[in-house]
């Protein structure tokens, strides 16, 4: 049956939801490159560089639970498709709407809310179409893809003029939707989702009150705000740090890269090493869970404080990519864990997540120039909260993480 050998194929599922990541990371990186010149073009201060820098987050907040209970009604397929076709419009608006900071903050807003619909959808897929055993590894190639993306945006980027940065990625999204709607067959029947493994307990009908009353799926989300508000201060700050206190010039953004190569890169071996542990050396799901993320709020919340402390672009560039790097670990952690604890709803269950780790992206661009300004330059306060955002969410998922089915 033609249905069932779909479903024998995740790989070529993965591939294409990987390379959507791809562009989704990359659009997100754009701007804070683009900003520098941005800024100094338009004479936007401090906080109205904030500002715009955080509109992309509300727009990603406000549609998370739509994309998660989207895909559940209407199929992965088209949501996602959607959704990349919104982001990939909006990121062509830019240049457009540059010269008006209003219609720049709004096409960020739209940015946000296409992307906002995507990563929701991806998760309802694989919850439906990849097999337990492979599921880290899925995810860690998700994120990995996504790092990428940012690494290679990082690196052309500041060799180009700030309106072709966005076109070129605009374009690419939208190539994608053509492949897409092609080469994706989703498989679904008319009265129910199809499931490679089908849940123990196929509860559909949740109320909503559900979604926020179990501690499993509250150490998911408060795991998941604390990874965000750590990586959101260094994807939207990092270049303009970068230039402004460090020193960088222009051709010196490309270090930026380094970050999101050893994100990939750990990304992928913390994967591998996770489905290892549960298939080869017999460990329990929860374990693993609990030790990737463990190593992925600890890490970077330790090695943030290190790139606080050094004045030297090089260490600087070390300490951060450390940071980054060991938060690919959540991947195969907290990430992971949706699809595990509840698999009917692992789509809703994930935009719940990111609708609540979405705030910190709202609040770091004008609260960390407000902290920078208070505090005549220095950036230490912004980098302290981070670390202990990231201890206090890494010892609440150790004691109220599990593994088994809640929804």
């Known amino acids: 049956m033609r249905m069932n050998k779909m479903l024998t194929k995740p790989s070529h599922t993965i591939a294409l939801c990987s390379i959507a990541n791809f562009i989704n990371a990359a659009d997100r990186v754009i701007m804070p490159i683009a900003i520098v010149p941005m800024a100094d073009e338009y004479n936007w201060d401090l906080h109205g560089q904030g500002w715009v820098l955080s509109s992309f987050a509300v727009g990603y907040m406000s549609s998370q639970v739509f994309g998660g209970s989207g895909s559940k009604k209407y199929g992965g397929k088209a949501i996602l498709l959607i959704s990349v076709l919104l982001w990939s419009f909006s990121t062509l608006m830019v240049p457009f709407c540059a010269p008006s900071i209003n219609l720049l903050i709004f096409s960020r807003v739209l940015l ?3 992307e906002g619909l995507g990563l929701p959808t991806i998760f309802h897929i694989f919850a439906h179409t990849i097999p337990g055993e492979e599921r880290s590894r899925a995810f860690g190639y998700l994120v990995a893809c996504g790092s990428i993306g940012q690494t290679v945006a990082s690196v052309i980027l500041p060799h180009m003029s700030w309106p072709w940065m966005f076109y070129l990625f605009g374009f690419m999204g939208i190539f994608w939707v ?18 490679i493994e089908p849940p123990k307990v196929s509860n559909t009908n949740v109320s ?8 499993p799926l509250w150490s998911i989300y408060i795991a998941h705000f604390s990874m965000n508000w750590s990586n959101y201060i260094i994807m939207q700050w990092l270049p303009t740090y970068m230039r402004r206190t460090l020193g960088a010039n222009q051709s010196s953004i490309m270090f930026t890269a380094v970050p999101y190569v050893m994100n990939s890169l750990v990304g992928v071996v913390a994967a591998h090493f996770a489905d290892s542990l549960i298939n080869k050396h017999k460990w329990t799901t929860v374990s693993v869970r609990r030790l990737m993320t463990s190593i992925g709020l600890l890490g970077p919340g330790l090695f943030i404080l290190f790139f606080s402390a050094v004045d030297n672009l090089p260490l600087a560039v070390f300490f951060v990519s450390l940071s980054l790097g060991l938060s690919a670990c959540n991947s195969s952690g907290h990430l992971s864990n949706h699809a595990e604890i509840a698999p009917n709803h692992a789509g809703i269950t994930f935009a719940i997540s990111n609708t609540l780790a979405t705030i910190p992206g709202i609040l770091c661009g004008p609260l960390t120039a407000e902290l920078v300004s208070q505090s005549h330059g220095r950036w230490f306060p912004v980098f302290i909260i981070a670390a202990g955002v990231n201890f206090v969410g890494a010892i609440i998922y150790l004691s109220q993480s599990a593994a088994s089915q809640v929804l």
């Open 208 to 215: 909503w009150r559900e979604f926020l009353c179990h501690w």
């Open 178 to 195: 053509l492949a897409w709607a092609v080469l994706y067959q989703e498989a679904r029947t008319s009265t129910e989702e199809e499931f």
């Open 112 to 114: 946000g809310l296409g």
